[in-house]
């Protein structure tokens, strides 16, 4: 079988978690002892993205930049990733570029936010989401789904539910050693004991909720550390400049480093407004460091019992999470142990592969 996959979020500016999701789904396929013969594909480009989002697969190139790519693909419906590629038996559209059908299609879509928070949005990509949905509603053969809580959504959004197939996404199941995080601490010049928020800088991620948590928790002995790149319609620079407590910006981190810190966090706290999945919360998990996350959205999903689950429109509700994990180390320990039995036995690579391999031999037949 031969499969051809849309990467081209991969050489975003902010490639964030669509991208990072897409090559996990590449890795778990590479990793099956009878892999299909895998194809990226992307606008064109002089250069490979940059790690850690350089595909893992050869990847052709359709001799189009990616703005005009886009609006081919979903006002002409042109031109076919055949061009690019040859003959393929499946097209997987790994994000919201819908390529035309010239082949059967399955289409993943990680979320509908746009239709829930439009105000997160700007016009375009709000006339963009809507016609992906379209397509995906119309044109794919199969709409691939990374939890319950997004395959609900679709069907809501009207979407035929026997073309809707959940597929969860997976981590890394490498633990990293104490002594290794321990060393990432120190070179980050962290405190000894820190709160971890791990994403992209965009409304829907809730970092004005997290803040304002932080300063109802009063701590001054530990350390609210925010790492990632920053995104759209999201002025941290501003919110910090108001905040009294210690907050560190460490931007961008290497995979490694993420990773490090990830197991080096007293907790890990993600109270997004709404997530498709969430993969900060189960690397967290999968390093034994304890959740606070959102009790809407897949985030929930995700973490199940093993996560303090919270209303992310409650800034106290986060506090007083935050408080019940940073000051009893007990529980804390015990939840970050049943995080990561609950990773590594839900959210395998070998799940996630088998899933899209079920998928890909229906359509191809």
């Known amino acids: 079988m031969r499969v051809a996959i849309t990467l081209e979020q991969c050489w975003h500016r902010v490639p964030g978690g669509t991208a990072a999701a897409a090559l996990g789904c590449v890795e778990a396929l590479r990793r099956l002892s009878a892999p299909p013969e895998t194809v990226g594909v992307s606008a064109w480009h002089r250069k490979s993205p940059e790690e850690p989002f350089a595909p893992g697969v050869p990847t052709a190139r359709l001799r189009l930049p990616r703005a005009v790519l886009y609006r081919c693909w979903h006002q002409m419906r042109w031109p076919a990733v055949q061009q690019a590629t040859g003959e393929v038996d499946v097209i997987h559209a790994t994000g919201m570029a819908v390529p035309p059908r010239s082949a059967p299609l399955a289409?993943?879509?990680?979320?509908?936010?746009?239709?829930?928070?439009?105000?997160?949005?700007?016009?375009?990509?709000?006339?963009?989401?809507?016609?992906?949905?379209?397509?995906?509603?119309?044109?794919?053969?199969?709409?691939?789904?990374?939890?319950?809580?997004?395959?609900?959504?679709?069907?809501?959004?009207?979407?035929?539910?026997?073309?809707?197939?959940?597929?969860?996404?997976?981590?890394?199941?490498?633990?990293?050693?104490?002594?290794?995080?321990?060393?990432?601490?120190?070179?980050?010049?962290?405190?000894?004991?820190?709160?971890?928020?791990?994403?992209?800088?965009?409304?829907?991620?809730?970092?004005?909720?997290l803040l304002e948590a932080w300063q109802l928790l009063g701590r001054e002995d530990e350390e609210l550390v925010l790492a990632g790149p920053a995104g759209w319609k999201s002025d941290l620079r501003r919110d910090l400049a108001h905040s009294g407590r210690?907050?560190?910006?460490?931007?961008?981190?290497?995979?490694?480093?993420?990773?490090?810190?990830?197991?080096?966090?007293?907790?890990?706290?993600?109270?997004?407004?709404?997530?498709?999945?969430?993969?900060?919360?189960?690397?967290a998990m999968v390093q034994e460091t304890p959740v606070v996350t959102s009790a809407v959205g897949a985030t929930a999903e995700v973490a199940g019992e093993a996560g303090r689950l919270v209303d992310p429109s409650q800034p106290r509700q986060i506090a007083d999470a935050l408080a019940g994990l940073l000051d009893d180390e007990a529980v804390a320990d015990r939840l970050g142990k049943a995080g990561r039995e609950r990773a590594l036995a839900r959210f395998t690579w070998k799940r996630t592969a088998e899933g899209l391999m079920d998928v890909y031999r229906d359509l191809a037949g």
């Open 246 to 283: 210690p907050i560190r910006r460490l931007g961008f981190v290497a995979e490694a480093d993420k990773r490090a810190l990830l197991r080096a966090a007293a907790a890990v706290c993600y109270p997004s407004l709404t997530e498709g999945f969430g993969l900060p919360v189960l690397e």
């Open 107 to 209: 289409v993943t879509v990680n979320d509908l936010a746009f239709l829930r928070h439009r105000e997160h949005f700007t016009s375009r990509g709000l006339r963009f989401f809507a016609r992906s949905l379209e397509l995906a509603r119309t044109d794919a053969d199969a709409v691939v789904c990374p939890s319950k809580h997004t395959a609900d959504e679709c069907v809501g959004a009207g979407i035929d539910p026997e073309r809707v197939r959940i597929v969860p996404y997976w981590a890394e199941d490498r633990l990293v050693p104490s002594l290794e995080a321990e060393a990432v601490r120190q070179r980050f010049e962290l405190a000894d004991r820190f709160v971890l928020w791990v994403g992209t800088a965009e409304p829907r991620k809730n970092l004005a909720g």
